[in-house]
């Protein structure tokens, strides 16, 4: 049983920004950096300890631990989320979106089911694991948006 389990962002809004984590798992203490999906484990590496069923068990767990942590943070940030539509009944119909991520406006636009941001672009000041999360929640709320105006 992974025990103790904390997350804390580390080089917060900088382009390296990630999340470090650390648990207890019988009686020893384990740390990591988790970055773009990926874990990367500190001293000492639990490759040492463990055998690689174990191993993997607990980096699914880590990683289930942390989408947890991610996924409350990023239904947060789409408390201001519009939609504007543009080009209204012409051929081209794409529609406008706009939301705050960690205070900072970003904008982008919807068009054939895909997104394409607007300057600045997420993808610059948050790491990708974060962006690629936000687009998914962004994809569905326009999905949501659609269905409820058509």
Sequence with gaps: MVDDFEVEMIYDNRTYERNQFSFSLN?????GDYLE??????NPDPKQDLDDEQLMWVESEVHRLLN????????????EFEVTPMFNE???????????IDGEEYKGLMRHGKLEWFHPKPRRKINSAKVEKIEKQVQK???DHLDDTN
């Excluded at 009686?27 to 740390?31: D, Q, R, S, T, W």
């Excluded at 999906?37 to 500190?42: E, P």
């Design 141 to 143: 709320k326009m999905k």
């Design 68 to 79: 947890e942590n991610n996924d409350e943070d990023a239904v947060e940030e789409f408390n």
């Design 37 to 42: 999906g990926k874990i990367h484990w500190l």
């Design 90 to 100: 012409q051929v081209h119909e794409a529609h406008q979106f706009k939301l705050l």
């Design 27 to 31: 009686g020893k203490e384990y740390k």
